[in-house]
């Protein structure tokens, strides 16, 4: 177990975790059978942290970061926010999908505003001007007055984000985000995601199933497995930035390839686990 809590910027060893998450389970019907989705995970995620969890279709990741948004009830143990138990969706977490929440009808400015018009409060002129500032953080000025369908892919996933930033979650949960995507714009992203990041503070809980993106983005890696538990949490200390000259160190390659190695081993057994049993 490589389990560790305190990495660039997380809490300290004393510190009480920023999300708990205390033998949960989750359950679901299937075929008139009860089957586990998500199997006594536990798991503390520090402030500010970058989290990101894979594992094999199927191995209740999604199911995971659902719970923790409030979308989901586990139906044993319990989550924990700031040690307060979470009871349903809040404006502390914000949720982002795979696929992209905007309106159509509306343009790139008008969609982000409606994350602030959603949360209520401060005047148009304000909110205008805080839309601008996340639509300028996700590279899309450019586009502000753009409507979704004329927009690529990537712009799309750009406007999502800045529609959740702009209402500025504590916590963010990132359900495949980037998926899909082509390598370049994937790239943009990352960049992009790990300065916002460092930047806003958020602690961000990343579901993906590409391990080079997991070993780029994270402090740690939690691997699910088809059972659906927690089967290893590997802390990633690769020096930051991740962009750029640095990938081209001997060292640091060599040590990403390692990582990345060891986290696709413990997936494939997770995954072979599964095979097994079925
Ligand atoms: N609402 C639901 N009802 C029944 N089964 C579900 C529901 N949501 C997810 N599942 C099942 O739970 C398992 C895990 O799903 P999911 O969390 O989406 O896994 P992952 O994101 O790792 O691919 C799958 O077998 C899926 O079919
Ligand atoms: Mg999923």
């Not at 991740?242 to 040590?255: C, P, Q, S, Y």
């Amino acid at each position: 177990m490589t389990e560790g809590r305190n990495n660039n910027g997380g809490i300290g060893a004393d510190a009480e975790a920023l999300i708990s998450i205390k033998g949960v389970s989750k359950n679901f019907k299937k075929n008139g059978r009860d089957i586990t989705v998500v199997n006594d995970c536990n798991l503390d995620i520090g402030e500010n942290e970058f989290l990101v969890i894979v594992g094999p279709t199927g191995s209740g990741k999604s199911t995971l970061l659902k719970m923790i948004a409030g979308f989901e009830a586990p139906t044993t143990g319990e989550i924990r926010v700031g040690g307060k138990m979470i009871k349903g969706p809040g404006a502390d977490r914000g949720m982002i999908f795979q696929e992209y929440a905007l309106l159509p009808w509306r343009t790139v400015l008008k969609n982000v505003e409606l994350g602030l018009e959603f949360k209520g409060g401060k005047n148009e002129a304000e909110n205008r001007e805080l839309a601008m500032k996340y639509i300028d953080m996700v590279g899309l000025s450019y586009a502000v007055n753009k409507y979704p369908a004329e927009l690529s892919g990537g712009m799309k996933r750009r406007a999502s984000l800045a529609m959740i930033l702009v209402t500025k979650p504590k916590i963010l949960l990132m359900d495949g985000p980037f998926n899909a995507l082509d390598s370049k714009t994937k790239m943009t992203l990352h960049t992009e995601i790990s300065r916002i990041w460092e930047h806003e503070h958020n602690t961000i809980i990343f579901v993906t199933s590409e391990l080079d993106e997991a070993v780029k983005l994270s402090d740690r890696i939690a691997v699910m497995n088809k059972a659906g538990r927690v089967s290893k949490i590997f802390k990633n200390s690769l020096p930051r930035p991740r962009m750029g000259k640095a990938v081209l160190e001997t060292d640091f390659h060599n040590r990403f390839i390692k990582l990345r190695e060891e986290v696709l081993n413990e997936v494939k057994a997770g995954a072979g686990l599964a095979a097994c049993e079925y």
